[in-house]
T-cell receptor, first 116, second 114 residues
Framework: AQTVTQSQPEMSVQEAETVTLSCTYDTSESDYYLFWYKQPPSRQMILVIRQEAYKQQNATENRFSVNFQKAAKSFSLKISDSQLGDAAMYFCAYRSTGTSGSRLTFGEGTQLTVNP | KAGVTQTPRYLIKTRGQQVTLSCSPISGHRSVSWYQQTPGQGLQFLFEYFSETQRNKGNFPGRFSGRQFSNSRSEMNVSTLELGDSALYLC?????????????FGPGTRLTVL
């Protein structure tokens, strides 16, 4: 079974600064998807960024980018130019490309605080 | 396009009762997945339904069950409620439930068991 670990329960960053959230995972599969989701106080889960394991190029979405290290099974999220609206719980998630359908395995989450 | 909707948004029940939660996916989506979120256990996968069939199931007791209707709307049921069932229940829909399909989450149903 796959596992996802987020070792930083809480992180804080100053507005306009850069912060990196860490995520490691364990799997025996060679092809899979990795995601970062954001959950603000409203509890609505929002997809931030996703990475296909077969792609070596790191995914980027505006101020959000990832550092995907497949051999190390590491998948960190970098938020540049942090904004107050980035404050939320961030979850790293794994999805197999096999027969498990849409099943997501989540990490424990990292609570991000953005200080003005 | 309307997003994923879940009803009710909040629910209070007592131990031993049963509860039914509803999820309406985005129009055209055929896959619905359910997750339980608690402070202690985090986000855990309950089950997934695709075209009215349960396709995948997490490690939850048989008190947790679900179904999907022909219009892709899904319900989950919890019987003989326990205090530990208090949680935020999230559902997510995707077009075909394939691994590359993006999942869209609903706002959740907050269940409190007294």
């Amino acid at each position: 079974a796959q596992t996802v670990t987020q070792s930083q329960p809480e992180m804080s960053v100053q507005e306009a600064e850069t912060v990196t959230l860490s995520c490691t995972y364990d799997t025996s599969e060679s092809d899979y998807y990795l995601f970062w989701y954001k959950q603000p106080p409203s509890r609505q889960m929002i997809l931030v960024i996703r990475q296909e394991a077969y792609k070596q190029q790191n995914a980027t979405e505006n101020r959000f980018s990832v550092n995907f290290q497949k051999a190390a099974k590491s998948f960190s999220l970098k938020i540049s130019d942090s904004q107050l609206g980035d404050a939320a719980m961030y979850f790293c998630a794994y999805r197999s490309t096999g027969t498990s359908g849409s099943r997501l395995t989540f990490g424990e989450g990292t609570q991000l605080t953005v200080n003005p | 396009k309307a997003g994923v909707t879940q009803t009710p948004r909040y629910l209070i029940k007592t131990r031993g009762q049963q509860v039914t939660l509803s999820c309406s996916p985005i129009s055209g989506h055929r896959s619905v997945s359910w997750y339980q979120q608690t402070p202690g256990q985090g986000l855990q996968f309950l089950f997934e339904y695709f075209s009215e069939t349960q396709r995948n199931k997490g490690n939850f007791p048989g008190r947790f069950s679900g179904r999907q209707f022909s219009n892709s709307r899904s319900e989950m049921n919890v019987s003989t409620l326990e205090l530990g069932d208090s949680a935020l229940y999230l559902c997510a829909s995707s077009a075909a439930g394939l691994s590359y399909n993006e999942q869209f989450f609903g706002p959740g149903t907050r269940l409190t068991v007294l």
